[in-house]
């Protein structure tokens, strides 16, 4: 998602930024800031009708429809926000409330965007990689069923306000009865939630009704030096056919903060199976040998240490 960077939260980190995400209400531990965003636009279809004996057609708008808001989110957030992202890996997601605002350099709050009955629709894990430098963000999609945008008031209280960045070679995979030590990556995948939108009637606002919920595929690199685990399950598995629920493996990919120990937040891997291993290719003469992994997982599990999913 171009231009957009690390987003902070108020009381446990903070990075510069023109935005903010307030869920229910104005309670400052609810408020997130924002280097960007992109969406919530509210905008109508032209319909065309026919007029007999006329050469044009006439043109007016249907009803108001409004684009999902896309936003930046450190793996470190607000227990709000963080209970409202998990919560929509599972069967019944929450509807939230609240607001994107715009302030400025003193942190004004100039212009507000209210939303109501908004569903998480995506949840972009970004590339995590053994060599990287860069902080990571986690970009989050949400659908709402109605935006106000109005003039806005007050101002956000940053008292609290600590730096605080994850880095994305900061990982760990783990996965049951395989050697994952030599895992140097984990190709950026994202969690989809498709979502319907219903009208509630004569007159009334349009309804979101969550349906189906996509776990994608891993694309995993690691060192073909110790990859002989892999390699066994995949000959198992794929080769012999021995692929029934029995076979499957669940494992986790843990978020760690700059110690490599404490543990940020995590995502537990449930029924996971192997669909192909093969040689990496590129890397030059020299460079060490790598294989790539692709694992299917029927359930994917968002936490926080001490939290829940």
Known sequence: MPGLSLAANVGLGFASGHFALRLDGANAAELTLLSDYEGGDIHADVISM???????????????????????????MAPGLFGWIAGSWGAHPEKRDGAVLGVDAGFKVKTEADFTGALVVETG?????????QAGYLTVRFQPEFIDVKPGAGKLSLALAKQKLWRTSNFRLEIDGLDCMKVSRIDAFTVTREVDLFSSGSGGRPVLVAGRLDFPNLRITLAQAGS???ADWHE??????????????????????????????????????????????????????????????EQMVLSQPGGKP
């Open 228 to 230: 002989e685990t892999w």
């Open 125 to 133: 894990i970004p590339a995590l990689d053994a060599a990287s430098k």
């Open 236 to 297: 198992s598995f794929v080769v012999n056919g021995n692929n029934g629920d029995g076979f499957e493996r669940n494992g986790s990919i843990r978020f760690l903060s700059a110690d490599l120990k404490t543990e940020l937040s995590r995502i537990d891997l449930l029924h996971l199976g192997i669909i192909r291993l093969a040689q990496a290719t590129g890397g030059g003469s020299g460079a060490l040998a790598k294989m790539t992994a692709e694992l299917y997982c």
């Open 50 to 76: 026919a007029e007999a004996g006329s050469p044009f057609a006439r043109k007016h708008l249907g009803p108001p429809k409004y684009d999902a808001f896309a936003i930046p989110v450190g793996i470190a």
